[in-house]
RNA sequence: GCGCCUGUAGCUCAGUGGAUAGAGCGCCUGUCUCCGGAACAGGAGGUCGCAAGUUCGAUCCUUGCCAGGCGCACCA
């Protein structure tokens, strides 16, 4: 499901990568499949459509290889009936590659590959070359291309946000940053249901349990401590109330006398008027600012905060209600089971006696479900509704971000108004939202696409991921209770109503504390503020790692041994690579650099060529040839949607420049050459990790 | 019942219609005349859930079966 579209997306990157002016190993690439393409057309008349290249799995076997052969001989059987084997064809192509410059040799290997070996110095030079323009004009052009939304976070403003919510929150923001390194224009929202079930339950607790007035509940705000804030306090009467409507008995039946609260709250919400409404006001923002400090603790910001009381307050609802009852796109039932429903006719789910299978979007109470809002929703980000939203300043940083609201008065527009981007309108919607929600998030793309064929269903894409839950471990580390049938589980999930989970700001707390012992034993002389920074930066290196080197339908089983982990495949020992490598440039003298710039630039490359086909050479060209290929991987990544891809290549950049930094002495090694080679895949190096893990979303700290 | 996802080393996970299926952790053995050991190297460890099919070639595609997870609300 989540794999929707694709196939588009992968058009418009390859032509993002060609329309990108930064030199890369893709360019050669594409520049070299090519060749084969038309060498195969020339030579037999017929051609792969798309040619596939592949990464040989040893240096020795070369750069680059082209597995064409074995289906150019199946596509010259079918067109000649002719039967050729693979190496013949291979040995006949071969002769096109030779004599592209770039190009060393060809060989053919295996039963019919074409390996390529690109010519080392010139490549390197080319690689050099372009790692000094590359940081120069980055992000200095503009772009026409259609902006991109992505909605990640999305969390009820109900309570502290558990690790859960940070996966998701991490996933969509590295999204976001693979598709700006990828060229694209991308817009953040994050979604803001303060007119839900899950903020009536809290408004309940303040109110029925706790019998609060707005003004005592600000001052009860006033007096907590920053470190158990308001939205932790939440969390705790979040899960008093769901006892409550139980009756205090965790596994009772829910008491429908108490659950009238509930909907009288919700009532009350919806209408938007009145004490209770202005005392919910009060309760999701205060959890909304509280997120968004611990998410700003991770690098993450949003550009616009879209609220669902807006949605129904500026008739966002209403007019896409009347869009759909006049295409068609939902039908009233007068009789049976949904009787008094509007409903959208879902045929792909075949209805049961228990399930049925059409989906209701207007409640027979007349009150619109969260399905047809968020297709309202929908058709605001794509720039179909007609409508907008007013907006006011939310919150505002020292690098100039600013992050808005929407509201209902048009006139909160103040001085600022006048440097407010234009939100909404995009071309594709990307929604980060759990994969439990597949089935609602179907019927919007499909409702949207009923509504506005022109621009279908490839326009919304759910980004689908898996849920982080517990490892019984983990739950016994929490004083979680198990019965024997949890135990046997792989894992238990997490649950809001019941109070159970790994607040973020906890685990993110812990890992700066694990982190700050490991840099004061290493680092006594540093300043503590500096002490304090680096052991930041490295918790969130940890912890952003950790959530992305899972692909996205894989369940986390939360583990805090190895979530806590500074070793092995982790966020720090990718950021550790890097520190070294800026550690040799802090020592290296000017002479050193220039002369190595000189060596790599030089018009006669034999003495390059040479360093490079000796001793050690395969390996320290290794390292090389990876580092190029970062657009490729960001590339990739931004094309399948799956920041993984990228965490991957981070590590293996890291690992490879690890087995590098062990084997050779750079500043030390005596001949010039040698050294101006060293110097310069090194520096290459720490370049591509640097940027690799600035578009994780993880910094690399001054020492670590 | 129907739909979607998953099953790969002791554990946690990558991976691809093609070259010897990889990494981290754990275990064992090594590496420091060093620009930082949060590191590096080596070793042991695999019927890629089972079975059939398609293919020159399947861990990958198809089908069936087994096992696990999620969903199929007038919740979101």
Request: glycine share 6%.
């Amino acid at each position: 499901m989540a794999s929707r579209g694709r196939a588009k997306l992968y058009c418009f990157f390859v032509i993002t990568v060609r329309g990108n002016y930064r030199v890369s190993l893709a360019n050669l690439q594409e520049a070299l499949s090519e060749r084969v393409r038309v060498a195969a057309q020339e030579a037999f008349g017929v051609a792969p459509e798309k040619l596939a290249s592949e990464i040989p799995p040893k240096t020795e076997m070369g750069d680059l290889a082209f597995p064409v052969a074995f289906e150019l001989a199946k596509l010259i059987k079918q067109t000649t009936g002719e039967k050729r084997p693979p190496r013949a064809i291979a040995e006949q192509l071969k002769t096109a590659l030779e004599t592209v410059p770039q190009v060393a040799r060809v060989e053919v290997a295996g039963a019919g590959y074409l390996n390529i070996y690109f010519d080392r110095a010139s490549v390197l030079a080319a690689l050099a070359a372009s790692e000094e323009a590359g940081t120069a004009s980055l992000s200095s052009e503009p772009d026409a291309r259609p902006k991109r939304m992505v909605e990640h976070t999305s969390i009820n403003p109900n309570k502290a946000s558990h690790i859960g919510h940070v996966r998701n929150a991490v996933l969509g923001d590295t999204f976001v940053r693979i598709l700006r390194a990828a060229g694209e224009q991308v817009e953040i929202q994050n979604y803001i249901d303060n007119t839900g079930v899950q903020v009536a339950d809290v408004v309940v607790g303040f109110m029925h349990l706790e019998h609060l007035t707005l003004e005592d509940i600000r001052a009860l705000d006033r007096s907590l401590p920053a470190d158990k804030p308001f939205d932790y306090y939440c969390w705790d009467l979040y899960t008093r109330v769901g006892l409550f409507y139980r009756n205090d008995d965790p596994n009772g039946e829910m008491n429908p006398e108490r659950l009238k609260l509930r909907v009288e709250t919700l009532h009350a919400l919806e209408e938007g008027t009145g004490e209770i409404a202005e005392l919910a006001e009060y309760v999701a923002t205060r959890n909304v600012e509280c997120i968004l400090d611990t998410m700003e603790r991770l690098g993450i910001r949003y550009d616009v905060l879209p609220r669902e009381s807006e949605i129904l307050h500026l008739h966002f609802w209403d007019k896409a209600f009347e869009r759909m009852k006049a295409k068609g796109v939902i039908h009233f039932q007068d009789a049976g089971r949904n009787k008094g429903c509007w409903v959208m006719p879902f045929e792909t789910h075949t209805g049961t006696d228990e399930h049925e299978a059409d989906k209701i979007i207007v409640r027979s109470n007349g009150t619109v479900t969260y399905t047809g809002k968020d297709i309202a929703y929908q058709l605001w980000k794509l720039g179909l509704l007609g409508l907008d939203f007013n907006y006011r300043l939310f919150r505002s940083y020292p690098d100039q971000h600013t992050t808005w609201m929407t509201t209902v008065e048009p006139q909160a527009d103040d001085g600022s108004q006048a440097a407010r981007p234009h939100f909404g309108g995009g071309a594709v919607v990307y929604n980060v939202i759990d994969t439990r929600q597949s089935y609602p998030q179907e019927i919007v793309r499909r409702g949207v696409a009923l509504l506005a064929p022109e621009v279908g269903e490839e326009a919304s894409v759910h980004l689908a991921y898996e849920m982080v839950a517990l490892s019984p471990a983990a739950c016994d580390e929490l004083g979680i209770q198990l019965t024997d049938e949890d135990r046997a589980r792989p894992y238990i999930e997490m649950s809001g109503r019941k109070g159970l989970g790994v607040k973020a700001d906890d685990l993110i707390n812990r890992l700066e504390m694990n982190a700050l012992k490991e840099v004061e034993t290493r680092h006594p002389e540093v300043s503590a503020e500096e002490r304090a920074l680096t052991a930041h930066q490295i918790a969130v290196g940890a912890l952003r790692y950790f959530l992305l080197k899972f692909t996205r339908n894989t369940v986390i089983a939360f583990d805090f041994k190895e979530a806590l982990s500074f070793e092995g495949e982790t966020g720090p020992y990718c950021q550790y690579a890097a520190v070294r490598a800026n550690s040799i440039f802090r020592k290296l003298d000017e002479a050193a650099r220039a002369s190595a710039a000189e060596f790599i630039g030089a018009q006669d490359k034999a003495e390059v060529t040479g360093v490079l086909a000796g001793e050690g050479g395969d390996e320290v060209w290794s390292l090389a040839v990876l580092s190029g290929r970062l657009d490729e991987a960001v590339a990739q990544s931004a094309a399948q949607a799956e920041p993984a891809l990228l965490a991957k290549y981070t590590f293996n950049l890291a690992r490879a420049f690890n087995l590098f930094y062990h084997r050779h002495r750079i500043i030390a090694e005596e001949n010039a050459a040698r050294r101006a080679v060293l110097v310069t895949v090194a520096d290459i190096a720490r370049r591509q990790l640097t940027r690799a893990l600035a578009t994780l979303g993880i910094e690399v700290p001054e020492r670590m």
